[in-house]
Antibody, heavy 121, light 111 residues
Framework: EVQLVESGGGLVKPGGSLRLSCAAS????????MCWVRQAPGKGLEWVGR??????????EYAAPVKDRFTISRDDSKNSLYLQINSLKTEDTATYYC????????????WGQGTLVSVSS | QSALTQPASVSGSPGQSITISCTGP?????????VSWYQQHPGKAPKLLMY???NRYSGISHRFSGSGSASRASLTISGLQADDEAYYYC???????????FGGGTKLTVL
């Protein structure tokens, strides 16, 4: 069974930094393309970024609103995905979901339960 | 790729059918676009229902179906059940690029 477990969320002041983690199990993580999707309170879903498997080049892509402040990385030896968020803004307040990405049919198939990031002074 | 438009809310009675639309410029839906649909119950993570417009994901009830045209994709739920009450999101991805966008979401109320 695929499991994705996010952690690392919390309350942070504007301008601060945070590193979110996603622990994966139940599938071959090293071969998976992974994404982060966020959802502001009471709002819709927003794609944040995607990282390819190292076999497919390990390329990282970001949504335009976050590409200068967010960094996605992976550690296949630990079956883990990361999201480094710098210079946090109040509009980054959201639940952040880790997902697998099906690169043949282009969809988010498995989702974690999410971790909440709150940015407030 | 611009955000896609969905109705803010739809409703139906148990046993009825409803359709949720997902519209955008023909450049955002249609040829070369892979549309998927997600269901989200309050406080829960989204769950994949449909992919590539009309393909049902593994384990998803046949009550869910999808269709699409040049500028519109639709999700139909037949035989409405109380548990179908949730938010539904479409997502369109352009093959061959990295461009994708979610719809704004539709709240389904089962009366």
């Amino acid at each position: 069974e695929v499991q994705l477990v996010e952690s690392g969320g919390g309350l942070v002041k504007p301008g601060g930094s945070l590193r979110l983690s996603c622990a994966a199990s139940g599938f071959r993580f090293s071969g998976a393309w992974m994404c982060w999707v966020r959802q502001a309170p009471g709002k819709g879903l927003e794609w944040v970024g995607r990282i390819r498997s190292k076999t497919d080049g390990g390329t990282v892509e970001y949504a335009a609103p976050v590409k200068d402040r967010f960094t996605i990385s992976r550690d296949d030896s630990k079956n883990s995905l990361y999201l480094q968020i710098n210079s946090l803004k109040t509009e980054d307040t959201a639940t952040y979901y880790c997902t697998t990405w099906n690169y043949w049919e282009y969809y988010f198939d498995s989702w974690g339960q999410g971790t909440l990031v709150s940015v407030s002074s | 790729q611009s955000a896609l438009t969905q109705p803010a809310s739809v409703s139906g009675s148990p046993g009825q059918s409803i359709t949720i639309s997902c519209t955008g410029p023909s450049s955002d839906i249609g040829d070369y676009k892979a549309v998927s649909w997600y269901q989200q119950h309050p406080g829960k993570a989204p769950k994949l229902l449909m992919y590539d417009v009309s393909n049902r994901y593994s384990g998803i009830s046949h009550r869910f179906s999808g269709s699409g045209s040049a500028s519109r994709a639709s999700l139909t739920i037949s035989g409405l059940q109380a548990d179908d009450e949730a938010y539904y999101y479409c997502y369109s991805y352009t093959r061959g690029t990295s461009a994708g966008a979610f719809g704004g979401g539709t709240k389904l109320t089962v009366l």
